[in-house]
Structures are given as C-alpha cells and as structure tokens.
C-alpha cells in the first residue's frame, strides 16, 4: 500500500484574487463554549453569562461572546487560508449585524481580496482576505477583512516527521 499525502492546505503561489472558499467545516455553539470563552478573556458583561440579566435586555437570552465568534469564523477558516501561515497581520473591518445564540449552527466562507509579495521576507507572500460567517439559517453574522503573511510552496519549514 502507498502513503498518501493529506491536504497540507494552499501556499501563496495557490492563491488567485477573487477565488471563494466554503469553509468545510461548521461548528454548533454551546453554552460551554460560550461562558469558558468568556471566563477565559476576563469578559465581565453579564450579558454573556447571566440568564437573569440577559432576560431583561432586548434579546432576552444570553449572548454568544462576539469575540468567541471571530475566533471560530477565523478557525473555520485556516483549513483553507492560513494553514501555512507565518502570521497574522490583521483584522480589520469587523462587523456583526446580528446577534449569535447559544445553539446556532455558524459555517464560513472567504473571498480572496489581494496578493503580493512579501518586501521583509521572500519566502513568503501576503494574502488579503474577507470571510463572512453565518447561522444555520443563512443570515450573516459576522463579516471581516484578514491580511496573512502566508509561506511560498519553496520557503516553508520542514515538517516533523
């Protein structure tokens, strides 16, 4: 039998402008994730953790944790974008037109935005993207722009074996 190699995601030279990735992988949220995330940050808005509190605002129930939902677009994401990333560089326009719930089903996808070569470092090149989450009934909740200094096929580090 042969060894075949698994997916081992897209280096620089795999990107093209315009080119859209759905992200494969979509992700329930639980209560869990919702209130260690927001232990875990230090987040003391009790509309994150408190159902007697959240019942009194105009959601009436507790908030996912916005934060918690970028990093769970942005972790959808990497399978298709940034797995040979060298870094992030940033995130820029972050919106969140409607709120996410405990028990919302968020799936993503990214439209390549921009490419050029890295000036600091040649092995690598520079990606810009803007990935768009949304619920499990198709509505966006989450929109940002990511810039990814991401390594050429020729630069990236050797793998452990």
């Known amino acids: 039998m042969a060894e075949k190699i ?3 995601g897209r280096f620089f030279e795999d990107f093209e402008v315009g080119d859209t990735y759905p992200h494969p992988l979509g992700r329930s949220i ?4 919702n209130i260690w995330f927001t232990l875990l940050t230090q987040n003391t808005n009790p509309s994150h953790f ?8 105009s959601f009436k129930r507790v ?5 918690f939902t970028l990093s769970l677009v942005t972790g959808q994401s990497v399978t298709d974008i940034s797995q040979n990333a060298l870094a992030n560089l940033a995130w820029t326009d972050i919106t969140l037109p409607l709120p996410v719930f405990v028990g919302d089903t968020i ?4 439209e390549v935005l921009g490419l050029r070569e890295s000036k600091s ?6 990606v810009d ?5 949304y619920n499990q009934r198709g509505e966006v909740v989450i929109t940002f722009k990511r810039t990814i200094m991401v390594y050429k096929r020729s ?6 074996a």
Not at 50 to 57: I, P, S
Not at 121 to 126: A, C, L, V
Not at 155 to 160: A, D, H, L, M, V
């Open 129 to 133: 993207v803007r990935t768009e989450g």
């Open 121 to 126: 470092r040649p092995t690598t090149g520079i």
């Open 63 to 67: 908030l996912v944790n916005s934060c």
């Open 30 to 33: 639980t209560e869990a994730d």
């Open 155 to 160: 630069g990236r580090p050797e793998k452990s």
């Open 50 to 57: 408190d159902n007697e509190y959240a019942a009194k605002t």
């Open 6 to 8: 698994g997916w081992e």
């Open 107 to 110: 799936h993503s996808r990214s």
